[in-house]
């Protein structure tokens, strides 16, 4: 089966600008979520989704920050304006029904640089 | 907010030698995790742990839940180059409907 896809693999933008990172999760997979590393520090929780519903979005840093699930399907993260703090490697992470204790399939990642 | 303390931050090792890295927190977790991150992709599930004292093996690599459920260890046996990457820890709760607090990982690195 397919992996976790996510596009771009890198996106370089300037400050104030606005970027769009889209996941594609495991076909099937109800939970798709939204992680973030920065500078080396933990990989942290933005939000969950369960199907098209928003089920926590508890991580997400303000804002500028906007998610959308579209039909339960892909997922984007919108960020507007991009603040330079926002660099970093956003992960996206699917698994099926009642499974995430089992672990997370997770994609490549998106490394966004704002300068 | 919550934070997993991982240690140590980074390792070099020798090929061959034995490597453990542990996970601290203030909090209980129901489930430990462990992720392994190579360069460019994202981080893998290694090991799954779910009761306390739990020990678990996946071929190399051996992991534990602490008794406390404050804490995990994953110690890898006789190093090799392809276990360089980032171990990552992670815990879960189970109110917390699948969301996952990670540790800042740990950096290995094996010289053959």
């Known amino acids: 089966e397919a992996g976790v896809t996510q596009f771009p693999s890198h996106s370089v933008i300037e400050k104030g600008q606005t970027v769009t990172l889209r996941c594609d999760p495991i076909?099937?997979?109800?939970?798709l979520y939204w992680y973030r590393r920065v500078m080396g520090k933990e990989i942290k929780f933005l939000l969950h989704?369960?199907?098209?519903?928003?089920?926590?979005e508890s991580g997400m840093p303000n804002n500028r920050f906007l998610a959308e699930r579209t039909g339960g399907t892909y997922s984007t993260l919108k960020v507007q304006p991009a603040e330079l703090e926002d660099s970093g490697v956003y992960f996206c992470?699917?698994?099926?029904?009642?499974?995430?204790?089992?672990?997370?399939?997770f994609g490549s990642g998106t490394r966004l640089t704002v300068v | 907010g919550q934070q997993l303390n991982q240690s140590p931050q980074s390792m070099f090792i020798q090929e061959g030698e034995d490597v453990s890295m542990n996970c601290t927190s203030s909090?209980?977790?129901?489930?430990w995790l462990w992720y392994k991150q190579e360069p460019g992709e994202g981080p893998v599930l290694l090991i799954a742990?779910?009761?306390?004292?739990e020990l678990t093996s996946n071929g190399r690599l051996t992991a534990q839940f602490g008794i406390t459920r404050k804490d995990s260890f994953l110690n890898i046996s006789a190093s090799i180059p392809s276990d360089v990457g980032i171990y990552f820890c992670a815990g879960l709760r189970n109110t917390n409907a699948g969301k996952s607090t990670f540790g800042d990982g740990t950096t290995l690195t094996v010289k053959p």
């Open positions: 742990l779910y009761k306390a004292g």
């Open positions: 909090s209980i977790f129901n489930t």
């Open positions: 989704f369960v199907k098209e519903s928003k089920q926590d």
């Open positions: 992470a699917s698994s099926q029904s009642y499974r995430h204790i089992y672990g997370y399939t």
């Open positions: 076909s099937g997979h109800d939970n």
